[in-house]
């Protein structure tokens, strides 16, 4: 039986990991090998490099700390952040990244998603989205969330999007609830269940987590393959063997390091 | 330690596994020259993507007549064990045929979604030195959408909708769906495994 997964985020910048709240008051966390080693250590099943200024700035990742993590790490990897064409994403996947994820720049040009799935497959094609409630009830997309100045509003209703990125070739998805996000109040269970309803390729949750009973929680009401967390592993909040060991408790098919 | 060539024939993950071949402390070649993969005393095939390009590859470079041939260990990762078998349903490409079978799009059903993306249990359906030290249940990592369904040669099985191979073995011929290049302790075993192998 497939596992469920458990997704560390780290952002990066500037090729270190940093930490901050909503994207603001960065503060070192460290090296990049380092952090991705104590995670790989501790038993996530997967990680995920975000560069937090790519999209922002116009510019795409760097693809030299790629290659150093590739050699290091045993377990899959993907790297999102300003990756906008299908040789940018070359350059990342040749470097050693298992996966790319895309958010704005399928936003802007939704034909990436085709020609990245064409290309490489859509097994290394992620289509991440940040959803947020607009007052009228709907879930829709939001872009160039990286700096909270620059995000944008978008017509495009999330589930729609959800919908057209699978149609386009996209292997996973992943919605960011940025309602949720940072506050550690839990996943957003409605919005995902909603997702998961006509998501029908792998689908990670992301924003909200504060406790190990939010993970159980999202996995078992809104039927992720797997969720994602960034703060409360990089604050230690949530120790990931711990985690795992709730999870199995409950009855959630999970990898033991 | 003898000599390892990991075919380049295209695909994105040829560093991943290098990679993983010198954290065991082995320094491999990526070649696409047929005399040095036909001077190698091991062989490694990985692949991602889809058959059609790798098969289109091999018979460019004019290795296919001698990869079925060979009597060289030889170990196909991914779409490199699907491109083993005699024929894919993904793009209706003829394989190696080197182990008999087809590799299928796998069933989905109700809570199983493609691609099948993540870890996964093994279940031993065979006595082999390739799997020293690795457990019944133990998980490793897969990402894809098609597979081997039904072969006499499997010789680890995981469960996704349905039983399929994770690992094959016939001869010289090793093949594995999971990327034992990212499946930790596990696939560090496993090529370990390959390395020592003296196939009878």
Request: aromatic share 6%.
């Given at each position: 039986m497939l596992s469920r997964r458990i997704i560390a985020c780290l952002d990066v910048r500037d090729g270190r990991v940093v930490k901050g709240i909503r994207f603001r008051d960065h503060r070192d966390m460290?090296?990049?090998?380092?952090?991705?080693?104590?995670?790989?250590?501790?038993?996530?099943?997967?990680?995920?490099?975000?560069?937090?200024?790519?999209?922002?700035?116009?510019?795409?990742?760097d693809v030299d700390w790629v290659r150093r993590v590739s050699d290091l790490l045993d377990i899959p990897f993907c790297v999102a952040g300003g990756i906008d064409s299908v040789e940018r994403a070359r350059a990342v996947l040749h470097a050693g990244a298992d996966k790319i994820s895309i958010n704005t720049p399928a936003l802007l040009r939704p034909h990436l998603v085709?020609?990245?799935a064409g290309e490489f497959?859509?097994?290394?094609?992620?289509?991440?989205?940040?959803?947020?409630?607009?007052?009228?009830?709907?879930?829709?997309?939001?872009?160039?969330?990286?700096?909270?100045?620059?995000?944008?509003?978008?017509?495009?209703?999330?589930?729609?999007?959800?919908?057209e990125a699978q149609q386009r070739g996209a292997g996973e998805i992943v919605v960011n609830c940025m309602g949720s996000d940072g506050v550690r109040g839990g996943y957003d269970i409605a919005q995902l269940r909603a997702?998961?309803?006509?998501?029908?390729?792998?689908?990670?949750?992301?924003?909200?987590a504060g406790s190990c009973a939010h993970f159980v929680e999202v996995i078992q009401q809104a039927d992720v393959d797997a969720a994602l967390a960034a703060s409360v592993f990089h604050s230690g909040a949530i120790a990931i063997p711990r985690l795992k060991t709730v999870l199995y408790a409950n009855g959630i098919a999970v990898r033991h390091a | 330690m003898s000599s390892l060539v990991i075919i380049d024939a295209g695909g994105a993950n040829l560093g991943s596994v290098r990679a993983a071949f010198q954290r065991l402390g082995?320094?491999?070649?990526?070649?696409?020259?047929?005399?040095?993969?036909?001077a190698a005393d091991r062989l490694v095939l990985p692949g991602v993507g889809a058959a059609a390009p790798v098969m289109a590859n091999l018979?460019?470079?004019?290795?296919?007549?001698?990869?079925?041939?060979?009597?060289?260990?030889?170990?196909?990762i991914c779409i490199g064990m699907q491109v083993l078998f005699e024929r894919?349903?993904?793009?209706?490409?003829?394989?190696?045929?080197?182990?008999r079978g087809e590799v299928r799009r796998l069933p989905m059903a109700e809570g199983i979604r493609l691609p099948h993306m993540g870890w996964n249990r093994l279940r031993k359906c065979m006595v082999s030195p390739l799997l020293d030290g690795i457990t019944d249940?133990?998980?490793?990592?897969?990402?894809?959408?098609?597979?081997?369904?039904?072969?006499?040669?499997?010789?680890?099985?995981?469960?996704?909708?349905r039983a399929f191979a994770a690992a094959v073995t016939h001869g010289n011929v090793v093949g594995a769906q999971f990327h034992p290049e990212r499946s930790s302790a596990l696939g560090a075993r496993f090529l370990r495994n390959f390395l020592e192998w003296q196939p009878t």
């Amino acid at each position: 039986m497939l596992s469920r997964r458990i997704i560390a985020c780290l952002d990066v910048r500037d090729g270190r990991v940093v930490k901050g709240i909503r994207f603001r008051d960065h503060r070192d966390m460290g090296a990049i090998e380092d952090l991705a080693l104590r995670y790989r250590n501790a038993g996530a099943d997967e990680l995920v490099f975000y560069d937090i200024t790519a999209s922002t700035q116009v510019r795409a990742v760097d693809v030299d700390w790629v290659r150093r993590v590739s050699d290091l790490l045993d377990i899959p990897f993907c790297v999102a952040g300003g990756i906008d064409s299908v040789e940018r994403a070359r350059a990342v996947l040749h470097a050693g990244a298992d996966k790319i994820s895309i958010n704005t720049p399928a936003l802007l040009r939704p034909h990436l998603v085709n020609e990245l799935a064409g290309e490489f497959g859509s097994q290394c094609v992620v289509v991440g989205i940040d959803s947020l409630r607009d007052a009228d009830g709907e879930w829709r997309v939001r872009s160039h969330t990286g700096d909270p100045s620059a995000t944008q509003a978008h017509a495009r209703r999330t589930l729609d999007w959800v919908v057209e990125a699978q149609q386009r070739g996209a292997g996973e998805i992943v919605v960011n609830c940025m309602g949720s996000d940072g506050v550690r109040g839990g996943y957003d269970i409605a919005q995902l269940r909603a997702v998961r309803a006509v998501c029908e390729v792998p689908l990670v949750a992301s924003g909200g987590a504060g406790s190990c009973a939010h993970f159980v929680e999202v996995i078992q009401q809104a039927d992720v393959d797997a969720a994602l967390a960034a703060s409360v592993f990089h604050s230690g909040a949530i120790a990931i063997p711990r985690l795992k060991t709730v999870l199995y408790a409950n009855g959630i098919a999970v990898r033991h390091a | 330690m003898s000599s390892l060539v990991i075919i380049d024939a295209g695909g994105a993950n040829l560093g991943s596994v290098r990679a993983a071949f010198q954290r065991l402390g082995v320094e491999p070649e990526v070649s696409r020259d047929p005399a040095r993969i036909a001077a190698a005393d091991r062989l490694v095939l990985p692949g991602v993507g889809a058959a059609a390009p790798v098969m289109a590859n091999l018979r460019a470079l004019g290795i296919d007549g001698f990869l079925r041939e060979t009597r060289k260990p030889l170990l196909g990762i991914c779409i490199g064990m699907q491109v083993l078998f005699e024929r894919s349903d993904e793009g209706d490409v003829q394989g190696l045929g080197i182990l008999r079978g087809e590799v299928r799009r796998l069933p989905m059903a109700e809570g199983i979604r493609l691609p099948h993306m993540g870890w996964n249990r093994l279940r031993k359906c065979m006595v082999s030195p390739l799997l020293d030290g690795i457990t019944d249940a133990a998980y490793a990592y897969f990402v894809h959408s098609y597979g081997v369904i039904d072969s006499a040669n499997t010789m680890l099985e995981t469960r996704h909708g349905r039983a399929f191979a994770a690992a094959v073995t016939h001869g010289n011929v090793v093949g594995a769906q999971f990327h034992p290049e990212r499946s930790s302790a596990l696939g560090a075993r496993f090529l370990r495994n390959f390395l020592e192998w003296q196939p009878t």
